[in-house]
């Protein structure tokens, strides 16, 4: 039987796994890799609306993956950990390395199919 630790890291985990499951939130970590920005600066930065944009900031705040300060009437969201941009990033390089391999894979095929 699981710990209540064990479950509650598990389910931590997947939070965060589902948190960088949606393309639009890794594209505003990256953005927020570059420095602090805020709702609108980031909404035109990614071409969409500032409510979706909020939207997603809102998820990224409750996983822990960004922040929100107030200066004056703007709100400068940023992000908590370098990390995530690194996980990100080899989890890019994994995906490369797959495309690359199959694509190697259909070179091959594509050999054997020409004889």
Do not use: F
Request: net charge positive.
């Amino acid at each position: 039987m699981q710990q209540p630790q064990e479950a509650e890291i598990r389910m931590l985990h997947a939070q965060v796994c589902q948190a960088l499951a949606d393309p639009t939130r890794i594209l505003l970590l990256y953005q927020l890799a570059d420095g602090p920005k805020s709702v609108g600066e980031l909404a035109a930065a990614l071409g969409t609306s500032q409510p979706t944009v909020s939207r997603h900031l809102k998820v990224l705040r409750e996983r822990g993956m960004a922040r929100a300060e107030r200066l004056g009437t703007t709100v400068m969201y940023s992000l908590t950990d370098v990390r995530v941009i690194q996980a990100l990033d080899l989890m890019r390089a994994v995906l490369a390395d797959t495309l690359a391999q199959r694509g190697a894979l259909a070179t091959i095929l594509g050999r054997h199919e020409e004889r």
